[in-house]
């Protein structure tokens, strides 16, 4: 099994969830503990070996492209592809503005998920399959958790408002090569129809395990992790970083 070194990152919305926090910068450049959120998701996939990170912008594009230039990326290259329907689209028309990128095995991780240690790792290493979906499980789930339906391993379903549910995704999925021609000819299908800009790109990877694909789960239990949508996300993710600055800071020479 192969591993990939590409990561597509879907950080085009400004996050209006978030205001007044966005009114000026977009999700994705929230500070947490002295980085962005960008920059957390960056330097977590350079330490896990990814060399090429294809970022989807659309609010302040501009804004993160200044992020870029100032990072200290090492051996991680990291360019934009604009979405211009960022305003009036869901995710699932980014995915469709970087379709041309899944032309190998390729990550895709959402722009509001901060992954923390070994999140990355533990993807990566994941059994082979077409599709992998990350997962955590809790003891309940609210109406905006991604819920997901498994079977040994196998997700059945996943969506928002599905009625049967063991896990939730973290939004953070592995494709293989194959697998990713599957999910880019899902996109493509999907935007000929007329709700096709209103859908999440999640719904494609629903009706492609629904349809036969081999959709796996990886569950990254007991692993730390967040998702960014309300203000007190934002309390609760610079608490959580701070830690991991702590960390860091103590494994650092003296």
Not at 215 to 224: A, C, G, T, Y
Request: aromatic share 6%; hydrophobic share 45%.
């Amino acid at each position: 099994m192969t591993t990939p070194k590409r990561a597509i990152i879907l950080s085009a919305g400004q996050g209006k969830r978030l205001l007044p926090l966005t009114e000026t910068r977009p999700k994705c450049l929230v500070p947490l503990s002295g980085r962005s959120l960008l920059a957390w998701q960056l330097m977590r996939l350079e330490a896990a070996g990814i060399e090429e990170a294809v970022i989807v912008t659309g609010f302040r594009a501009d804004a993160v492209e200044a992020e870029i230039r100032e990072l200290p990326l090492k051996r991680l290259k990291a360019r934009l592809c604009f979405n211009p329907f960022y305003s009036v689209a869901d995710n699932l028309a980014s995915c469709w503005i970087v379709r041309e990128e899944f032309d190998r095995e390729v990550l895709v991780l959402n722009g509001d998920t901060l992954p923390g240690p070994g999140i990355v790792e533990r993807l990566l290493a994941a059994p082979e399959a077409e599709i992998t979906v990350t997962v955590d499980r809790k003891p309940s789930y609210d109406a905006d958790d991604m819920k997901v339906l498994s079977r040994d391993g196998k997700l059945l379903a996943i969506g928002k408002t599905i009625e049967a549910y063991d896990a939730e995704s973290i939004g953070f999925l592995r494709f293989s090569a194959v697998g990713a021609a599957k999910f880019r000819a899902g996109v493509e299908h999907a935007l000929q129809k007329t709700e096709g800009l209103k859908r999440w790109y999640l719904s494609v990877i629903d009706e492609l395990a629904k349809a036969g694909v081999d959709v796996r789960i990886q569950s990254i239990e007991e692993l730390e992790w967040g998702e960014m949508d309300f203000p007190e996300d934002v309390e609760n993710l610079t608490r959580l970083s701070a830690g991991w600055v702590k960390a860091e800071a103590a494994k650092a020479p003296a």
